[in-house]
């Protein structure tokens, strides 16, 4: 049985620590050549077409398309000292109107090397810490969904070196849930990092991440997954069932040149809320390749994706990158019994892009996704095709 997570969190907790901080340091009086505050102003746009043909079993099968704004985000960031930096963003989508909070933090930095964090961020997962500007594909694949490793109010110790991170971190509930303290989830995880030296021209990043949660007073923890996008239904789900789970996750990635390696595995163990103690698992493999020779960047010291550089951008008479790439998901809930669509998820992804300056892309995916429900013979396949022009400053 997963042990209940004793340590309590609140937003509440870092959201006194994010009001207080001003009112400190103006009472402090700091020297005014230490206190040097720095404001930087960053955006993104998302302009989304989908089209998607859902096949059923049993049912109607249906068509459906949208143009969408998938995202709208302004990010205001910078310093206010050597030692404290700030970020926040706000976003707004087609999908959500009305404003949410993305990351909301506020950082101190003991050194070079370690620093304490209170905010609302992502704590685990490689392709789920890395910037949808710099991931391949349009959407994050199933994997990310199932693992449910979005942003939530954390308090989190980082320490880095050369060529390796190690964090820690006590989480709560999302900044945008607006939950009482008394029904909000808590739970620890930690992650590492470690990008070896190996032959030159290649780049190799490893990982690990664990993490504990127990819902409390909160809603059951779901395991589900849509057809590797934001639009559509979700066919293969196991309903709200966790009381608390553990996760265990490893992630890799290769660059050698123009060509990548990427993948990610999960193994979830779930404490039903009747008593039942079942597993769920999930991974995917992701393989790039830019025909014009350009290559992927990695981030060692956050031990996250970084930008791609563009060899011959349009405004140098080049024709930008081009990268074709392609994934393989695979979501397993059939050990959770009961739920009619805790089935078996499975996808391949086909996708293209191109960069013709460097914070311009454009890009397009083809997935053909199957669920397959055992237990009620209602299997489901989708196919979903999108484009996306978007752009950031």
Sequence with gaps: MTAKIAATFSPGLAALFLSTAAPAAAQDAPDPASWAPTIKLNGRIYLDRVEQAVDREAGVDTDASETRLRTARLTVSGDLNSNWTYKAEASISSQAQQPQWGDLFLA???????????????TISFENLSSSLNNTFMERGAFNEVIDGGRVMNVAVRRTGRDWTLQAAVSGDSVNTGDAITSER??????????????????LHLGLWVRARDRRQGEAFSYRTRNNSTYGGRYTSTGAIGDSD??????????AGPFSLQGEGVHIGVDRTNGLEQTARAYYLAASWFVT?????????????GRTTILAPLTDGGPGAIELAVRYDAVDLTDITGPAQAG???????GANWYPLPR??????????????????????????QVRAQFDF
Excluded: H
């Design 108 to 122: 101190y930095k003991f050194n070079d090397s370690t620093s304490i964090t209170a905010g609302n961020f992502k």
């Design 186 to 203: 808590v739970a620890v995880s930690a992650r590492g990092t470690w990008a070896p030296a190996i032959a030159d021209g290649q780049t």
């Design 246 to 255: 553990t996760m265990a996750g490893l992630e890799g990635l290769w660059i």
């Design 293 to 305: 020779g350009d290559s992927r960047g990695l981030d060692v010291r956050r031990g996250i994706l």
């Design 344 to 350: 078996r998820y499975s996808a391949w992804t086909f």
């Design 360 to 385: 311009v892309r454009f890009m397009g995916n083809y997935t053909r996704s199957r669920n397959d429900n055992p237990a009620v013979g209602a299997d489901v396949d989708v196919d979903t095709v």
